[in-house]
C-alpha cells in the first residue's frame, strides 16, 4: 500500500516536515488554525520556514494543507508536531499534544502509524498519548495500531542545518514498527538516521540534547556574573581558554526560544515523578533565568558611572527574538530587561524590525517601536546582521550614553559593557 502521510501541526516543525514528506508521498498538512492554513495556500509562512516559492511548488505536487478533520481520515501514517511548551509553574503543558491525540484517534483505523514528533519526557508517548488514542479510536496499541517517536531537530533560521540535513533519532513501540519509522525518515533525511531500542531512549535523547547545551550556558553565565565583580572580561577569558584544544567555547547570554529553555523541565517533572530532585539541571535553569535581571543591573550601574541620571533616561534594546536573524520570540528573554529597566525608572524602547509586532504584543504586551531616537542607553540583545552592519552609534545621545552588547558582536572600543 503506498504510504499517505498527515502532519498534525502546520507551525516551525511541522511545514518543513509535511513539504519535505511530499516530495516522496502524498501528504496532507493539517492544522486547527484556518487562519494559518489560509495563509499557507496563499504562499506566505509567516514563521519563514518556508519561501513563497518553495511552498507554491510544493502545493502544486501532493500537499495539501487543510483544516477539516474529514480530509485526513484516509491518511494511515499521522506525525504529530504540535507544541509542548511548559506552564508558568515550569510544567509540562501537554494539553495541545493530548487534543492532538483526541484527534488522531478519531480518523484511526487497523494497521495505522502515530509518530511523534512533540519534546516529551521518556514514557510520555505510551503513558499519556496512547490511552488518548485508544479512547478516541476504540483501538488496541501495538495489535490494531502502532506509534513511534521521532524528536524534532528544527534549527528555526538556520538555512545551513535545516531538517534533511541533520541526522534524526527514530523508534517504535514493536520492532516491525521502529524499523518502518527509520525507513520512512531515511527516505527523506540526507544526513541519516539513529534507530534506538525503544520509544522512552528516542525521548530522553531529545530532553538530554537540549538540558546539556543549557548547563553549558549556565555555567558561562555564571562565570560572566563572577568575572563581572572581579572586573575582568568574560569574552577576553573565554577567548584565552580556548586556547587549549578540549576546551568547549560556550558563550554567555540570553537563554530562551522552544527547545533549550523548555526541555530541562520536562526532564525535571520526570525525575521528581520517580522521587529525585535534579540539583544541577535546577541550577543552571536558576542562573539563566536571572540573566536578564543581571543586564539590567549593569546598564543602570553603568549609566551612574558615567554620571548619566536613571530617571527619565531613554533606553533602547535591540532585538526581541530568542535568536539572530530569525523572527521567533517564543519564551524571548528579552523582555525581562525590558520591565526591570521599566522598574529603574527609564523610558524603554523595543527595536526588532525582524519581529512580527502584533506577536509581541500579543505575547508580551509590547509596542514595537519603529523609528529609534537618541538614548542614554542601548542593548543590543540579538545579534541580527542588519544590527551588526549598521552599528549602533547613531542611537546614542550626544551628551552621554551607555552601550551594552549582550551578545559581544560589536568592536569592544566601542561599547561600556558586554556579557
Not at 492532538?100 to 516529551?120: F, H, M, N, P, R
Not at 541550577?283 to 536571572?290: A, K, L, P, Y
Not at 517564543?330 to 502584533?358: C, M, Q, T, W
Not at 542614554?376 to 542588519?386: N, P
Amino acid at each position: 500500500m503506498q504510504n499517505k502521510i498527515c502532519i498534525i501541526g502546520l507551525g516551525y516543525v511541522g511545514l518543513p516536515l509535511a513539504m519535505a514528506f511530499s516530495k516522496k508521498f502524498k501528504v496532507i498538512g493539517f492544522d486547527i488554525d484556518k487562519e494559518r492554513v489560509d495563509q499557507l495556500n496563499t504562499f506566505e509562512d509567516k514563521t519563514n520556514q518556508a519561501t513563497k516559492k518553495a511552498l507554491e511548488e510544493a502545493l502544486k505536487t501532493d500537499l495539501t494543507l487543510t483544516s477539516d478533520l474529514n480530509l485526513i481520515s484516509d491518511c494511515n501514517i499521522y506525525i504529530v508536531t504540535v507544541p509542548t511548551p511548559v506552564t508558568k509553574e515550569k510544567k509540562p503543558d501537554l494539553s495541545f499534544l493530548l487534543s492532538a491525540s483526541k484527534t488522531v484517534g478519531l480518523c484511526l483505523k487497523k494497521g495505522d502509524l502515530v509518530i511523534y514528533e512533540s519534546t516529551v519526557y521518556p514514557g510520555c508517548t505510551e503513558d499519556d498519548c496512547v490511552p488518548v488514542l485508544e479512547r478516541s479510536s476504540g483501538l488496541v496499541f501495538n495489535k490494531d495500531f502502532y506509534c513511534g517517536y521521532s524528536p524534532e531537530r528544527i534549527n528555526p533560521g538556520d538555512k545551513v542545518n535545516t531538517l534533511t540535513k541533520i541526522k534524526k533519532v527514530t523508534s517504535g513501540s514493536t520492532p516491525e514498527a521502529a524499523q518502518e519509522v527509520d525507513e520512512l525518515y531515511n527516505s527523506i533525511i540526507e544526513a541519516g538516521t539513529h534507530k534506538t531500542s525503544s520509544i522512552k531512549v528516542a525521548e530522553a535523547s531529545k530532553a538530554i540534547e537540549n538540558a546539556q547545551r543549557d548547563l553549558n550556558i549556565s555555567f558561562v553565565n555564571e562565570l560572566a556574573l563572577i568575572f563581572d565583580r572581579i572586573g575582568i572580561d568574560t569574552t577576553e577569558v573565554i577567548e584565552a581558554a580556548a586556547t587549549k584544544w578540549n576546551f568547549l567555547k560556550f558563550k554567555p547570554g540570553l537563554v530562551g526560544g522552544h527547545c533549550i529553555s523548555v526541555d530541562p523541565y520536562f526532564l525535571v517533572h520526570k525525575a521528581k515523578s520517580l522521587g529525585y530532585t535534579p540539583e544541577v539541571i535546577l541550577s543552571g535553569r536558576n542562573v539563566n533565568d536571572q540573566m536578564g535581571k543581571f543586564v539590567a543591573s549593569k546598564v543602570v550601574s553603568l549609566m551612574k558611572e558615567k554620571g548619566i541620571k536613571i530617571e527619565g533616561s531613554k533606553a533602547l534594546i535591540l532585538g526581541v527574538t530568542f535568536k539572530e536573524n530569525c523572527n521567533d520570540i517564543r519564551n524571548s528573554k528579552v523582555p525581562d530587561i525590558y520591565r526591570e529597566l521599566i522598574d529603574f525608572g527609564l523610558a524603554v524602547d523595543l527595536y526588532d524590525p525582524i519581529a512580527a509586532a502584533e506577536e509581541v504584543i500579543k505575547t508580551h504586551q509590547i509596542t514595537l517601536t519603529k523609528t529609534p531616537s537618541k538614548y542614554e542607553a542601548i542593548i543590543l540583545a540579538v545579534s541580527h546582521d542588519l544590527f551588526i552592519e549598521n552599528g549602533v552609534k547613531d542611537y546614542k545621545n550626544p551628551n552621554g550614553a551607555v552601550i551594552y552588547d549582550i551578545k559581544s558582536v560589536l568592536n569592544r572600543a566601542d561599547v561600556d559593557g558586554r556579557l
